[in-house]
């Protein structure tokens, strides 16, 4: 017997004898995928959440919350290249992705494409004038830029 059929067995056993918990049923849908990886998100599990948003946006190439998602714990774990592509494909789906501007200029932004960051966050601006983080970073390439810095103070 092998050790993953032994593991089975195991908790199989475990489960008759009412001393383990029915495991979570599977994700099936995007959706599901897409719901599973904010759980993970919210646990700061990002390799999980990475891999429930990627399966989420295979399943349904069009699903742009999906793809924001991606971008974010791209973003959040250092890998820029790919937080641009995700974001870069949501804006693609929905050119009114205020979300998708955001984490593309970000992304940009770190890595020193300034001027790429320069659009994408204005875009994102334009787009939802109350978002204190598209502001603050549309802020900061500005000053790599050697522009005023303004955004934040004209609400």
């Not at 599901?32 to 990002?46: E, M, N, P, V």
């Not at 994102?124 to 790599?144: C, T």
Request: hydrophobic residues 45%; glycine residues 6%; charged residues 25%.
């Amino acid at each position: 017997m092998t050790v993953t059929r032994l593991s089975l067995l195991a908790a199989g056993a475990l489960f008759l004898c009412g001393l383990a918990p029915l495991a979570a049923a599977e994700p099936k849908t995007a959706e599901d995928y897409y719901k599973a990886g904010q759980t993970f998100r919210a646990a700061k599990q990002y390799d999980k959440a990475k891999d429930s948003f990627e399966t989420a946006a295979l399943l349904d190439g069009r699903c742009l919350k999906a793809h924001v998602a991606l971008a974010w714990v791209d973003n959040e774990t250092g890998d820029y290249r790919g937080a641009a592509a995700a974001a870069l494909t949501a804006v693609l789906i929905d050119s009114d992705s205020a979300d998708g501007w955001r984490e593309l200029g970000y992304a940009e932004y770190r890595q020193g494409e300034y001027s790429l960051a320069k659009k994408a966050l204005q875009v994102a601006v334009q787009l939802n004038p109350s978002d204190a983080a598209s502001r603050h970073y549309l802020d900061a390439v500005k000053k790599q830029l050697g522009e005023d810095a303004d955004t934040a103070a004209k609400k």
